[in-house]
């Protein structure tokens, strides 16, 4: 980013060594599994002067755009946090972040509006971490955050209230808003990293509307509750009618083959609350990390839809220090119900444990910035923190 970015701390650069679980199946090597070189925390999520303590945003959902305003040297990540790290923003404020996708700096910041919003079913008077009441409809537990393409320039955000630590949500929601402009969000021109050094004063922008989607889970015709906190649109499927939206369960359940399998569920209806109606997300088959004791917490895209990636961690509280990045490849053609199908577990997998000890890794996204058209320039993801600024990572592909 230019020099008007916000002023935050920015630690040393760390650089910590990456470990490749595995780049092969059935002890052959898979083409197309990228090398990564090694994690670097390329800077921390910061936000504006003035801001409540602590001065940092907890993420829990990332995606890298495809569309950046027409700059070449520029990468917009939109962001979400829970609705735990929410209390930066305030009574009746829930933000969606642009951020700078090179070191995770913010560029601006967008208020949703909270008439949009469904009461929290689990705690709807107070935040449960600052015990602020957050009225008149208290903030999401937003989890995970997808871009669908819908045009060839901006596309739609999803971002996912699909939260449920304590299993008894039985409605789900995901609200959708069109991607900003963030050329024109302040005064117009073409770079937002740039020509606009008034957003330093001014960084937040106009209020966003959004449609909210209410989702069920459901198995064998009956609803079912979990906790999810990773899901995407796939806007590549070979189907006509809305891109199915997926969605995946963050503990895994024993019925489905033991500790380490995890529920998939998929909707493509687009009923919105004010029609009345749910939207029923079907389980369609579970996937594995190939390993045990992990929860899911993030999962990616890539806009092209020829690949996914899939996070699972685990660690502190006595727990074994875990962290598993599993990507699936899709052809044209298939959908991903086919890919989990034949390809249970990934058919590459990476660590990126850059928080040992902690399962505050929330987050995993496809890096655009050097990848303008097509395909991926590796991997960056925040952590989950309060009261530190939060790292912000980069893996990149060395082949």
């Not at 650069?13 to 059935?26: D, G, I, K, P, T």
């Not at 933000?95 to 009461?119: H, K, T, W």
């Not at 107070?126 to 409809?137: A, H, K």
């Amino acid at each position: 980013m230019s020099a008007r970015r916000i002023a935050v701390a920015v630690p040393t650069v760390a650089v910590l060594a990456l470990s490749l679980v595995a780049c092969s199946q059935n002890g052959s090597v898979v083409p197309g599994c990228p090398p990564l070189g090694p994690m670097r925390q390329a800077g921390s999520l910061g936000q504006a002067p003035g801001d409540p303590a602590p001065a940092t945003v907890g993420i829990s959902g990332l995606a890298v755009s495809r569309f950046d305003s027409g700059s070449a040297d520029e990468q917009i990540a939109w962001a979400v946090g829970d609705r735990s790290a929410n209390e930066i923003a305030g009574p009746d404020r829930v933000f969606l972040f642009g951020l700078d996708a090179r070191d995770g700096s913010l560029a601006i910041r967008y208020p949703l509006s909270p008439n949009d919003l469904q009461d929290d079913p689990v705690d709807p008077t107070t935040d449960t971490v600052t015990r602020v009441g957050q009225t008149p409809n208290p903030i999401p537990d937003l989890e995970e955050l997808s871009i669908e393409y819908a045009e060839e320039d901006r596309g739609l955000l999803w971002l996912f209230d699909t939260g449920d630590n304590g299993d008894t949500r039985a409605n789900l929601n995901a609200y959708v808003v069109r991607e900003p402009d963030l050329a024109t969000a302040v005064g117009g021109g073409p770079s937002f990293l740039t020509s606009h050094p008034e957003l330093d004063g001014a960084v937040t922008g106009p209020t966003l509307a959004v449609t909210r989607y209410p989702i069920r889970l459901m198995r064998d015709g009956v609803q079912v509750t979990s906790n999810v906190e990773a899901a995407f649109v796939d806007a590549n499927a070979p189907s006509s009618g809305p891109a199915p939206v997926y969605l995946i369960a963050k503990s895994p359940v024993d019925g489905d083959g033991g500790r380490s399998a995890f529920p998939v569920f998929r909707f493509a209806t687009r009923n919105t609350a004010a029609s009345g109606l749910t939207n029923d997300a079907v389980y369609v088959g579970t996937i594995s990390l190939g390993q045990a004791d992990l929860k899911v917490t993030a999962a990616s895209i890539l806009d092209d839809g020829s690949a996914f990636v899939i996070r699972g961690v685990n660690g502190g509280n006595g727990k074994p220090d875990l962290d598993v990045e599993g990507l699936w490849r899709r052809r044209k053609g298939a959908t991903i119900e086919d890919v989990i199908a034949v390809h249970p577990t990934p058919q590459c997998r990476w660590s990126l444990n850059s928080a040992p000890d902690s399962s505050s890794e929330e987050t995993i996204a496809f890096d655009l910035t050097g990848a303008r058209s097509t395909g991926f320039d590796g991997f960056v993801w925040t952590h989950d923190v309060r009261g530190a600024s939060a790292p912000y990572f980069r893996a990149h592909r060395t082949g």
